[in-house]
């Protein structure tokens, strides 16, 4: 006499399903993207930002000092004064970004006397690159002109003749980051459905035909049959 489970129809419905849904995902190929919008969702996933914050809060806990070749103190009391009004911190924070998002832009703030009062981040979709005379330079996309050197710290991570604009370090990530959104997304469409609690039952493999034929006629509905281990 066969050993076997008797789940309900109910159950049988719900972990059929849940069974067809996992094995539909998992034989899906699954490849991650890296568009503004991805890289976005990346920097604001908990797990993703944690990680950042670690590294940039380490380099910003950092003392920069200021050093000349020849010990020429008058000048680096020159350059401090003219650089106090630098938030360094957020300097630091808005650069690194360039790691993430390719590049990152920082306008410089000038006031009287070649005093810099302050700097402030500005959006990349404010900025492009354009071929001139054989190189690429950087230009205004809202006034149309090129940046001047002295007007933005403009960082880009990594570019090459392939990348002009940079890489992201969030490139070995993008697949499990994809996976990781799927698997959410499958989860929650589950626990919408059938609510929190999903009942599980196992079934043994070498039941005879008609056996498993009525389980999965039964289950047209749901989740899980799994195999008794």
């Known amino acids: 006499m066969e050993n076997t489970v008797k789940p309900s129809k109910q159950d049988m ?30 920097y604001n996933d908990v797990d993703i930002r944690s990680a950042i914050n670690t590294i940039v809060k380490e380099i910003q806990g ?12 008058k000048l680096i009391e020159d350059i401090n004064l003219r650089l106090s009004k630098v938030n360094f911190t957020s300097l630091v924070d808005w ?7 390719r590049f990152a832009v920082t306008e410089i703030l000038w006031g009287d006397n070649y005093n810099i009062t302050g700097i402030k981040r500005q959006l990349r979709d404010y900025f492009d690159l354009r071929l001139e005379n054989g ?19 403009i960082s880009v991570n990594d570019p090459d003749d392939e990348d002009y604009y940079g890489k992201t370090d969030f490139e070995p990530l993008l697949k499990i980051f994809a996976i990781k959104e799927n698997i959410i997304d ?23 035909e008609d056996v498993l034929t009525g ?13 008794e281990t």
């Not at 972990?15 to 539909?24: G, P």
């Not at 650069?95 to 998002?101: G, I």
């Open 95 to 101: 650069t690194m970004q360039s790691k993430w998002f």
């Open 62 to 73: 950092r003392n920069l000092e200021l050093k000349s070749k020849n010990n020429n103190t």
């Open 135 to 153: 190189e690429y330079v950087w230009y205004c996309t809202y006034d149309l002109k090129p940046v001047p050197w002295y007007k933005a710290i």
């Open 13 to 42: 419905k719900q972990n059929f399903a849940i069974n067809l849904a996992i094995s539909n995902f998992m034989s899906t190929t699954v490849f991650g993207d890296a568009s503004d919008e991805t890289l976005e969702r990346m």
């Open 215 to 227: 389980l999965i006629e039964d289950a047209a509905n749901i989740v899980y049959l799994r195999p």
């Open 186 to 208: 499958a989860v929650n469409s589950i626990v919408k459905k059938y609510g929190g609690v999903i009942t599980w039952f196992t079934y043994n493999p070498d039941s005879s």
